[in-house]
């Protein structure tokens, strides 16, 4: 079984989002989490656009529920994902040696804009990218 690590900041938008886009694509085969680099919305619900966005592409983020990352967690996943390069920056600064290897980008050569603090149309293609992207670990386009 793989086991993906998704990472933006806040794990509040793009990593939630990712991880069940990549769970239900990904089927019995995966085992999907996800994670921010801050704690600032730890135990919480994700946000409510991107629950929106979420919802209109038949997604169910309503479970979701905040976590900041470990390095318990990077030992954990087979591959880590960062929806950015600052976020991939900051993975590579706190990771063991061990782990560097299993660091990417989500989009392979760009990043997931982070849609915080814009209109629902930012959060809608948040969305289609990260879905899209799924392709991109799993070997096959989206349903």
């Not at 079984?1 to 769970?23: D, E, W, Y």
């Not at 994902?81 to 989009?107: N, S």
Request: charged content about 20%; aromatic content about 4%.
């Amino acid at each position: 079984m793989r086991k993906l690590l998704t990472v933006c900041l806040g794990n509040h938008c793009r990593s939630p989002f990712a991880q069940i886009a990549l769970a239900r694509r990904g089927g019995t085969d995966m085992d999907v989490r996800s994670a921010g680099l801050i704690g600032k919305w730890q135990d919480q619900p994700a946000s409510e656009s991107m629950v929106k966005a979420a919802r209109r592409l038949g997604y169910d983020l309503t479970g979701h529920r905040g976590q900041q990352i470990t390095l318990h967690m990077l030992h954990w996943a087979d591959t880590v994902l960062a929806m950015d390069t600052t976020v991939l920056e900051t993975l590579r600064a706190i990771c063991t040696h061990a782990d560097e290897h299993k660091l990417a980008l989500y989009l392979g050569d760009r990043d997931v804009p982070d849609p915080m603090g814009q209109d629902d149309a930012a959060f809608n293609h948040c969305a289609v990218l990260i879905e899209a992207g799924t392709a991109l670990h799993l070997g096959r386009p989206p349903r």
